[in-house]
């Protein structure tokens, strides 16, 4: 059965650095084809995908945050990570990750609310 | 960047009823593409991969066509736990990228 949960800081301030983890099980990311995605969703409004890691370390990110985003995996404890730097009210929303399979996202975790605020 | 414009935005049906929702992709994405189903208060579910496969546990009653630039998420017979958010979404080419969504309502 596969499961992944995020967590995360539930609030913070601008300009500081959001850490975020996704904690799975039922894969595995040493896998080959395997991968996580973040994906983020402000309240009432459209997704937004932020990142893909895949395991043999590949990476991706959505050019529109520019150089924010940070992507990185813990295999031995089935982790993935995500950090954005100097968080803005606009950075307010849900954040979910998800296992890759394909091109898709065909398991999704319950998602982690992120408030920035001063 | 490949765009995905879903339309309509919201629509509502009667029980029973035939639904058909649209994503248009800005270039073709080779049937790469996946749809979703949101429920209020919960991450979004796979329904469709590959432009027309059903993700297992999927009622029958959802089926997925279209090639190219053109592809339509059908619901059959409207039931009442369809109600919620539908997106589409490309992995073809990065920036992975998801259709801005149709809310479908029980009239």
């Known amino acids: 059965q596969v499961t992944l949960k995020e967590s995360g800081p539930g609030i913070l301030q601008p300009s500081q650095t959001l850490s975020l983890t996704c904690t799975f099980s039922?894969?595995?990311?040493?896998?080959?084809?395997?991968?996580v995605g973040w994906i983020r969703q402000p309240s009432g409004k459209g997704l937004e995908w932020l990142a893909n890691?895949?395991?043999?370390?590949?990476?991706y990110y959505n050019p529109s945050l520019k150089n924010r985003l940070t992507i990185s995996k813990d295999t031995s404890n089935n982790q993935a990570f995500l950090k954005i730097t100097n968080v803005d009210t606009a950075d307010t929303a849900t954040y979910y990750c998800?296992?890759?399979?394909?091109?898709?996202?065909?398991?999704w975790g319950q998602g982690v609310m992120v408030t920035v605020s001063s | 960047d490949i765009q995905m414009t879903q339309s309509p935005a919201s629509l509502s049906a009667s029980l029973g009823e035939t639904v058909t929702i649209q994503c248009r992709a800005s270039e073709d994405i080779y049937s790469g593409l996946a749809w979703y189903q949101q429920k209020p208060g919960k991450s979004p579910q796979l329904l469709i991969y590959?432009?027309?496969s059903l993700q297992d546990g999927v009622p029958s009653r959802f089926s997925g066509s279209g090639s190219g630039t053109q592809y339509s998420l059908k619901i059959s017979s409207m039931q009442t736990e369809d109600e919620g958010v539908y997106f589409c979404q490309q992995g073809l080419k990065y920036p992975w990228t998801f259709g801005g969504g149709t809310k479908l309502e029980l009239k």
């Open positions: 890691i895949w395991w043999d370390d590949d990476k």
């Open positions: 998800a296992r890759i399979n394909s091109g898709l996202f065909d398991y």
């Open positions: 590959g432009a027309s």
């Open positions: 039922g894969f595995s990311l040493s896998t080959y084809g395997m991968g």
